[in-house]
């Protein structure tokens, strides 16, 4: 089997450590620009299949099992189990819905979050070229998952934050381990940020003081997305359905969640293991997402971008970890949408509250069981079921699967507020993160990381991180 990058918009073999290509086209300054790509040999073609049909859930290898995960021999001994999420068959709400639903709980990942299976294939390369200092821009999942694999590694994570990112986010990802860069004021936007970020990366810097770049234009993270289309065919097939749902639901906002699923799906229809493909569904927040844009335009050859101006306030504290006015990875899962005949959908805050509400009330014995509990974000995918229902996409007999890409554990005062007026399904809520709380594997008893806030400037941005670099070195034995 060969693996090689290639860029995602000239179709070059690429080399560039930045993760970019000096083709030319303006948006992949700071979008994913690269991907990976494999050639299979036909011995190699029998050893996977065989691989896939003996995927254990129960195994504590999680996506370590799948051989189409690049340098996972790479993998450090004694790491937590990332993958093997469950499976659960809604019968309740499926009933209400008079639909086959089954969502994919990808809560039950060690931080929380789908996020650990994008972190542990960046730390797979990362491994692969001996390096043990990362850098990553991230306000909220991806950084605090970052964080968790730094301190159980003993690696050195620096993460980048916009101005405007809410303090208690800020806080937890210090309280993870990770120094934090503060860009600019209240007023300086994740976008803003990301490009001063982008540069940093673009120019070298991170590559000349042997840091790692985990953030999303890292090809790696997608790697670590397709791990999870595997599992839900597998998983199909041994709850007695047919191995591909006909719709798969995903909240995105930069994208790479479901450009990594659709790529895992290809896969296994490459390799032959199913026949069919699957819809693909972006469930995003209304007026504050560019992949339900580019799909509404058919676009595919370049990012949109969405103003927010009709975005609505409540709308936005809702869905406040997926409201995005670019998405970098936005072009691969536009397409993804478009080339499998799905379907963009768009909800508002009382669609995520009714979707809650429904949840809790239908599926309350599996949710206390389990201990499942939708962070704000992955209620936008059950939403999104019921919106497919209505406009006639999602007829009786077909199956979705929305995935459930966080635990609301972490988002206590959100949910609170979103269920304000009943007392009850509160209380539930609150048993739920009791129990939840102690399966997280957070990292807090260990010193908390330090935090520069700098103007949004490119210099003063650069500065920071270099007097981190040089701050550790000291306190470095």
């Known amino acids: 089997m060969d693996q090689w990058k290639r860029c995602l918009h000239c179709g070059t073999l690429n080399v560039a450590e930045t993760f970019s290509c000096s083709c030319g086209a303006d948006w992949t300054d700071e979008y994913r620009s690269v991907g990976l790509h494999f050639n299979l040999y036909q011995p190699d073609v029998e050893a996977i299949r065989q691989a896939i049909y003996a995927y254990q859930f129960d195994s504590e290898a999680g996506v370590l099992q799948y051989p189409l995960l690049p340098y996972r021999h790479h993998a450090p001994a004694g790491l937590f189990t990332v993958g093997g999420t469950p499976l659960y068959r809604l019968d309740g709400l499926g009933d209400y819905y008079e639909r086959d639903i089954y969502i994919k709980n990808e809560g039950d990942n060690p931080s929380g979050c789908f996020k650990d299976r994008e972190t542990l294939a960046c730390l797979l390369n990362t491994r692969r070229k001996g390096i043990n200092k990362v850098a990553i821009y ?11 694999f730094a301190r159980h590694l003993n690696l050195q994570l620096i993460t980048f934050v916009a101005g405007d990112t809410y303090e208690e986010k800020i806080r937890y990802i210090q309280e993870q381990g990770s120094d934090v860069i503060v860009v600019g004021d209240q007023d300086t936007t994740f976008e803003e940020g990301f490009r001063l970020y982008s540069r940093l990366s673009g120019r070298g810097v991170f590559q ?20 999870t289309a595997v599992e839900i065919s597998r998983q199909l097939l041994a709850l007695g359905e047919a191995a591909v749902p006909d719709y798969v639901i995903v909240p995105s906002a930069n994208g790479s969640h479901l450009a990594g ?20 569904v972006v469930a995003g927040i209304r007026h504050a997402n560019p992949i339900c844009e580019a799909v509404r335009r058919e676009q595919q050859d370049q990012p949109v971008i969405c103003s927010l101006h009709d975005l609505h306030p409540q709308d ?8 995005a006015q670019e998405g970098y990875d936005s072009v691969e899962a536009a397409k993804a949408v478009l080339a499998s005949g799905g379907v963009a959908v768009e909800v508002s805050a009382p669609a995520i509250q009714q979707s809650m509400h429904d949840f809790l009330t239908r599926e309350r014995e599996l949710a206390l069981d389990k201990a499942i509990l939708p962070e704000p974000a992955s209620c936008i995918a059950l939403a999104a079921v019921r919106q497919l229902r209505e406009r006639g996409f999602l007829q009786p007999g077909e199956v979705s699967v929305p995935v459930i890409t966080g635990h609301g554990a972490k988002a206590k005062e959100t949910l609170h507020n979103l269920l304000r007026d009943e007392p009850k399904l509160i209380r539930t809520m609150d048993r739920i993160v009791q129990k939840k709380i102690p399966q997280l594997k957070s990292r807090k008893a260990g010193q908390a990381g330090r935090r520069l806030s700098v103007p949004a400037g490119y210099g003063s941005v650069q500065q920071a991180f270099l007097s981190l670099c040089r701050a550790q070195a000291v306190s470095s034995p």
Not at 138 to 148: D, I, Q, R, V
Request: cysteine-free; proline content about 3%.
């Open 138 to 148: 991230s306000s909220g999942n991806a950084a605090a998952s970052a964080a968790l």
């Open 208 to 227: 000349e003081q042997a840091f790692d770049n985990w953030a999303v234009r890292n090809p790696f993270r997608v790697q670590g997305d397709k791990t």
């Open 261 to 280: 699923l659709w790529r895992g799906f290809k896969e296994l229809h490459q390799l032959g293991i199913i026949d069919t493909l699957p819809k693909m």
């Open 316 to 323: 936005a504290k809702m869905g406040s970890i997926i409201v």
